[in-house]
């Protein structure tokens, strides 16, 4: 097994309390629920399958990905890239930002090998122009603006060209004598299979309107993961609106239908154990906040699911909404939902934070000193909303 995966193994998490009793966060990485759900997109998405690196980047999550046959990974950085292909030299990446340094270009180009690229501005198809030379295989993807849909977090209020500027860049990019494409993305936890169609259907129109090969359509991610008061429809039916609408279009068949996962792959891949450091009357002072692990649930009002843990005594049957305060000297640091646990809960006990696979390492900062660092892995399954 690589170095990479080199980390303590437990049965459950309340064996990672008994063991460590631990007084920091701990990442409880489930390494055989990140595989069944890498299994499910290969097995399932009519195309191929790019990990979202930005969405988890920790080595165990990439390597896992990995030995499950993702073969494929979106990096939107020089960082992402190198990390990628330092320790899994085998993979693909894809340098799927449409803004990039020059420098990141030609140190992705002639160091890591990065052929594909993705722009939504003929000033960056210059860029890539002028460090790479153009042709010779490279592939760059134009990233078009979609209707809007049902999703968390809206991308294209910063990245995208307009529908009807696209064919004039796509042509400029056929021109340059790169393998052409087009790519969109929906927008983050899209709860709208439609979205994916209309995304096609805005694609196809770019491409019929600028006429030139197209080898490669992105659909991006934006597939929806569980939270609690938040259940989109079943990946599947995602699936199956893209196939559809892929095979009903008049593209040509040797295109490549991509996609980009990551919060839809990986959000039930990880649990969060933090510890109470104080009770105020219905308040709960924990050792990780929106400054660390948990900003998403201020900035995207995701309500994650969530159990008290205390294996030397047996918790009250009768629960309680507490609301939850971070361990930064900011005002900002409060969960804007509550925790719904035994009413007994108190200094010293864990609570276990289920579906934060997804933006919690990947987001979080060093504000005040706090920053959790600890990654174990654990055999029992994820906590998932009920």
Request: glycine share 6%; aromatic share 10%; proline share 7%.
């Amino acid at each position: 097994m690589s170095t990479i995966n080199q980390i303590p193994n437990f049965a459950t998490v309340e064996d990672v309390v008994e063991e460590l009793k631990p007084g920091y966060p701990v990442y409880c990485l489930r390494l055989a629920e990140l595989k069944r759900q890498a299994h499910y997109f290969l097995d399932t998405f009519p195309g191929r399958v790019m990990y979202a690196v930005k969405c988890n980047p920790h080595l165990v999550v990439l390597q896992a990905l990995y030995d499950a046959g993702i073969r494929h990974f979106d990096t939107a950085s020089l960082a992402e890239i190198a990390l990628v292909r330092e320790h899994l030299p085998q993979a693909d990446c894809y340098f799927m930002h449409p803004v990039k340094p020059r420098a990141a270009i030609m140190t992705a180009h002639q160091v890591y090998g990065i052929n594909h690229f993705v722009i939504d501005h003929e000033k960056e198809l210059d860029k890539i122009v002028d460090i790479t030379g153009g042709g010779d295989g490279k592939v760059v993807l134009v990233r078009i603006v979609t209707p809007v849909h049902d999703a968390q977090y809206q991308l294209s209020d910063k990245f995208g060209i307009a529908a009807e500027d696209a064919p004039a860049l796509l042509q400029k990019v056929h021109d340059a004598h790169f393998q052409t494409g087009v790519a969109f993305h929906v927008g983050s936890q899209c709860r709208s299979p439609q979205a994916f169609v209309d995304g096609i259907e805005t694609a196809i129109g770019v491409i019929e309107a600028a006429n030139v090969p197209v080898h490669y359509l992105d659909v991006g991610g934006g597939f929806p993961a569980l939270y609690e008061d938040d259940r989109p429809p079943e990946l599947s039916a995602y699936f199956d609106a893209i196939k559809q609408a892929f095979d009903q279009s008049r593209i040509r068949r040797d295109c490549v239908l991509m996609c980009e996962p990551g919060r839809g792959l990986v959000a039930s891949g990880c649990t969060l154990l933090t510890q109470i450091q104080l009770r105020k009357d219905n308040k709960l002072y924990i050792n990780d906040g929106v400054y660390q692990s948990l900003s998403e649930t201020l900035m995207g009002k995701m309500k994650l699911p969530a159990r008290l843990i205390n294996p030397a005594r047996t918790p009250a049957t009768e629960f309680q909404d507490f609301t939850i305060l971070g361990p930064t000297c900011d005002n900002l640091d409060i969960l804007p939902a509550p925790f719904y646990l035994p009413v007994d809960a108190d200094e010293g006990d864990w609570i276990e934070i289920g579906q934060t696979g997804a933006y919690s390492n990947s987001a979080a900062t060093r504000f005040n000193g706090f920053f959790p660092e600890t990654f174990v892995s654990v055999e029992a399954p994820p906590l998932l909303p009920v």
